[in-house]
T-cell receptor, first 112, second 111 residues
């Protein structure tokens, strides 16, 4: 089983719908991240959490919200999806300050 | 804005040749990391170099860091077709410890 699991792997949704992407990890890491990837733009940080009670906005948090339900679970929500939120979304985890990150396999989201 | 910017955006080489990718960043850092991504897959960590280190090796990978120029390079020696992937640098700042990625270099190694 993967250490960092994202669900769903693929999702097509309509404009205006609420959608939640979920991430769970079995690595025991304290830090979790959500990124989006668009062609040619690399990965941009949406939100990050250093522990259950510490959640921070990243570079592009507008239109997104997150919930850290437990140390092992970090969910990303799009309250009202719009087409320019079509992207590949990655969850990542790390342990401690400035250490290597471990990525999930990604969720491909299409908003039509 | 993104902290790291890679150069070149795309690189095509013959198998057996060396591949060099560069990364520039804007502010002081705690460390810099390189990741690899096969098409559409999750990123995999390759190597981490701390701000007080100048060079680091891991197998066929060599990473250098020049904090005065705010730049790093990744050298892959004796490249193989299986090295074909996108490569990203990511920086960690002392103040926030969040991981910020650059836009990546697409490497194609021709058999």
């Amino acid at each position: 089983d993967a250490d960092v699991t994202q669900t769903p792997r693929n999702r097509i949704t309509k404009t205006g719908k609420r959608i939640m992407l979920e991430c769970s990890q079995t690595k025991g890491h304290d830090r979790m991240y959500w990124y989006r990837q668009d062609p040619g733009l690399g990965l941009r940080l949406i939100y990050y959490s250093f522990d259950v009670k510490d959640i921070n906005k990243g570079e592009i948090s507008d239109g997104y919200s997150v919930s850290r339900q437990a140390q092992a679970k970090f969910s990303l929500s799009l309250e009202s999806a719009i087409p320019n939120q079509t992207a590949l979304y990655f969850c990542a985890t790390s342990f401690g300050r400035g250490t290597e990150a471990f990525f999930g396999q990604g969720t491909r989201l299409t908003v039509v | 804005s993104q902290q790291g910017e890679e150069d070149p955006q795309a690189l095509s080489i013959q198998e057996g040749e060396n591949a060099t990718m560069n990364c520039s960043y804007k502010t002081s850092i705690n460390n810099l990391q390189w990741y690899r991504q096969n098409s559409g897959r999750g990123l995999v960590h390759l190597i981490l170099i701390r701000s007080n280190e100048r060079e680091k090796h891991s197998g066929r990978l060599r990473v250098t860091l020049d904090t005065s120029k705010k730049s790093s390079s990744l050298l892959i020696t004796a490249s193989r077709a299986a090295d074909t992937a996108s490569y990203f640098c990511a920086t960690v700042k002392d103040s926030s410890y969040k991981l910020i990625f650059g836009s990546g270099t697409r490497l194609l190694v021709r058999p």
